[in-house]
């Protein structure tokens, strides 16, 4: 990483953002000011004038970062039966954070559920179910969208279906014990 974090950044280019926690769609302009208070999974969230935003992958050079690879994906994507590794769509979906706290989707359990078809031509369908801490979050589409395009990003997977739920609802509950111990919630 460039800058530590809460060290000013200046914006090399424009790029679009996501306000948190409404989920509504800025432009950040080149020369901005900003303050990275989060870099997890690629994605960045950034305090700017005061308001928490999150810049994802596709602009981290706009924040002076090396846009990540797609070909991050190192492990083998199909076991030697020929099937999904699963270890790796889980392992995918640990990259996607909550934009306000530093856990990742799975962790937090929002993953309710991961099914791996195979499909006639030997790719592979991931059907997700998952849900939100709260179900007027505006930031749900977007954690959504970061879920599926990861998991999107490994060979072999050519449809992934992210649905999100509300039943059972969230609760502190269904979060892993490393999650709970780093929140302070154990």
């Not at 846009?67 to 790796?88: C, M, V």
């Not at 589409?141 to 969230?170: G, M, R």
Request: charge should be negative; glycine fraction near 8%.
């Amino acid at each position: 990483m460039r800058a530590q974090m809460n060290e000013p950044v200046t914006v090399e280019r424009e790029c679009e953002a996501i306000l948190i926690p409404d989920g509504t769609r800025i432009e950040v302009p080149a020369g901005s000011v900003v303050f990275i208070t989060q870099a997890l999974g690629g994605n960045y969230t950034i305090n700017l004038n005061g308001n928490l935003a999150q810049i994802g992958a596709k602009d981290a050079d706009a924040l002076g970062f090396e846009i990540p690879d797609d070909a991050l994906i190192k492990t083998s994507a199909t076991k030697a039966d020929g099937s999904l590794n699963e270890d790796l769509v889980w392992a995918q979906m640990r990259t996607c954070y909550d934009p306000e706290i530093p856990i990742n989707v799975v962790e937090l359990g929002l993953i309710y559920d991961c099914r791996i078809t195979r499909l006639e031509d030997e790719t592979n369908k991931v059907d997700i179910l998952m849900t939100l801490t709260a179900p007027g979050c505006g930031m749900g589409e977007f954690l959504a969208a970061d879920v599926q395009s990861k998991v999107a990003a490994i060979p072999t997977v050519t449809e992934v279906n992210v649905e999100l739920t509300f039943d059972p609802p969230w609760g502190m509950e269904m979060m892993s014990d490393a999650a709970r111990l780093e929140s302070g919630l154990y």
